[in-house]
């Protein structure tokens, strides 16, 4: 039986690292559902992986996926029964195993207006249907994206659509439910230039979505609001959780990784916390927390413990290149590092009586993008 600190260690490596295709198993790899394009190249979210389960078979990874072998010392190679082995070649020794999570069988089927369902939502995780309501975002048209980002390239490459609609969101939900054990719901979505940063649209579909399901947990992200009376409405819509994700903390580089967001005073994400955190409860307010910039893992957590301190679940997670695109290039986090953060943050975590086991929907619930969770149960 394997750990819950080897479990931690192996995923935070995982994480950071991804694992290398080589050429010469691509028959193998595509029989067993990895189409060679190297993961999800769009959308939010870390992008390039696919979800795998790691040996406990309940421990989910979001693992990147690269064709260049200088990436990684960490090799995915077919071993049987949908089984992949780690093969560690600069150890020259097997690092691990591997289950791949299968694509559902809904992502073919079409809605009422004909349309894929897999341009609407897509599975994350085992249990989470996640969807961008919204496609694209005024930073992007600003030049101000942020550097991970690549929420407007699926939509550029016709892999969904410009907004989805409580019905069409309801409907994959419905034929999502058959097949698999959809058990809560992350909307996302890019900022508008509106005021409202997009609430009043999250507020329709989350009504329009609770009147058909009125009991699946959902999750909504969005960006600080100058009108906090929305996040009462948010909450008053059926959301069950927020996310308001600030990114970097550093304010250095969020000037330089999130141009955009950094306009936005560091008082402003700090209103929006403590409002949230009255609105939807304890345990239900998370901010995603990027590193692997080149910051050190002290400055890193010594900005994030006051935000912690508050109540805020710290969904951290290490910075992931886009495949592909060049302006995305970005360091690879180191996994020593990375897990000496995580566990300082789960420490922090308890000090102060957050538990992220009683977050009910969202990422912080999914929890394949990050080790937080792990580091939590292992300390």
Same mark, same amino acid.
């Given at each position: ?107 073919? !089927?079409?809605? /009422? @207006?004909?349309?894929?369902?897999? $341009?609407?939502? %897509? ?5 989470? *249907?996640? #969807? ?34 409580? !019905?069409?969101? /309801? @409907?994959?939900?419905?034929?999502? $439910?058959?097949? %698999? ?5 992350? *909307?996302? #979505? ?44 948010? $909450? ?144």
């Amino acid at each position: 039986m394997i750990d819950k600190h080897t479990i931690l260690k192996k995923k935070t490596e995982l994480l950071c690292k991804g694992v290398y295709l080589d050429e010469k198993f691509i028959n193998q790899y595509q029989s067993q559902g990895i189409d060679i394009n190297f993961g999800r190249k769009g959308g939010a979210g870390p992008l390039g992986g696919r979800y795998f389960f790691l040996e406990d078979n309940s421990t989910i990874v979001n693992v990147g996926l690269w064709n260049d072998s200088k990436k990684t010392n960490l090799e995915l190679r077919y071993k049987s029964n949908g089984i992949f082995e780690v093969y560690d070649v600069r150890e020259y020794g097997v690092f691990g195993e591997l289950k791949l999570i299968p694509l559902p069988q809904f992502y073919t !089927q079409k809605t /009422s @207006e004909g349309i894929e369902m897999n $341009k609407i939502a %897509l599975l994350h995780g085992v249990d989470c *249907l996640a #969807s961008t309501i919204y496609q694209k975002c005024v930073y992007w048209g600003c030049g101000d994206a942020c550097k991970f980002c690549g929420i407007e390239l699926s939509l550029e490459s016709g892999n969904t659509l410009l907004e989805k609609s409580p !019905q069409q969101i /309801s @409907e994959v939900l419905t034929e999502a $439910k058959k097949e %698999l054990p959809i058990t809560h719901i992350t *909307l996302t #979505s890019g900022t508008t230039a509106e005021r409202d940063k997009g609430a009043n649209r999250y507020i329709s579909l989350v009504n329009g979505v609770k009147s058909v399901h009125p009991k699946i947990p959902i999750h909504v992200q969005i960006e600080p609001i100058e009108d906090l009376s929305l996040i009462n409405k948010l $909450k008053e819509a059926g959301a069950d959780t927020i996310g308001i994700h600030i990114e970097v903390v550093d304010e250095i580089l969020r000037s330089i990784i999130t141009p955009g967001k950094a306009k936005i005073p560091y008082e402003v994400f700090e209103k929006n916390w403590k409002h949230a955190l009255d609105i939807f409860g304890k345990n239900q307010v998370d901010s995603y927390f990027l590193t692997g910039f080149g910051e050190s893992r002290f400055d890193f957590l010594e900005d994030i413990q006051p935000i912690i301190s508050m109540g805020v679940i710290p969904h951290i997670t290490p910075v992931r290149s886009i495949p592909g695109v060049q302006s995305s290039i970005m360091p690879i986090m180191n996994h020593n590092a990375l897990l000496e953060i995580y566990m300082d943050a789960a420490k922090i975590m308890k000090q102060f009586g957050i538990n992220p086991l009683e977050n009910k929907a969202g990422c912080v619930r999914c929890g394949g993008c990050s080790a937080i969770i792990e580091a939590y149960k292992a300390i």
